[in-house]
């Protein structure tokens, strides 16, 4: 019967160790989430900012291209054929432009009706002209950048 004052004092003694031990394990969990989440956090912020930079990167590089056409499409000229070339070009511009924002902004529109909207003949012909222009199809364009929104 003497052993059992014992016993139980060892006992109280490992079960304050195993309380501490599980504070100890609770607060390294709590850490460790609350990393993950300014990790998620902070690419979450990284994603917008490139999204930010590399439209803002786009922009600064198609504006050069916009204002020559501009300007080509305001020289007077005796050439016809010249001029409604260059015509052709910016609208093309301005309409592949547009497809994008269509594309990113308003998902509910299939390709068709995009092109359809844009005054393509045919959902592939807009495809390749899209393509020629981008690099990707409408398809890649919406995935790569709808998942960077």
């Not at 607060?27 to 490139?50: C, G, H, I, P, W």
């Not at 409604?84 to 269509?102: D, F, N």
Request: aromatic share 8%; hydrophobic share 35%; glycine share 4%.
């Amino acid at each position: 019967m003497n052993e059992a004052p014992e016993v139980i004092a060892e006992l109280l003694e490992e079960n304050e160790k195993l309380k501490k031990e599980l504070a100890s394990q609770k607060d390294a969990q709590l850490r460790l989430m609350a990393e993950y989440d300014n990790f998620r956090k902070r690419t979450v912020k990284e994603k917008e900012a490139s999204y930010g930079n590399g439209k803002a990167d786009a922009v600064a590089k198609m504006l050069p291209i916009y204002d020559n056409l501009e300007r080509a499409l305001n020289q007077p000229t005796e050439d016809a054929a010249y001029k409604k070339g260059v015509e052709m070009t910016m609208t093309e511009l301005e309409k592949i432009e547009y497809a994008k924002s269509l594309l990113l902004s308003n998902k509910r529109y299939s390709l068709p009706q995009v092109a359809e909207m844009l005054g393509y003949n045919d959902q592939y012909h807009f495809i390749r002209q899209f393509k020629t222009h981008t690099g990707v199809t409408p398809k890649e364009y919406r995935k790569i950048r709808g998942n960077l929104l």
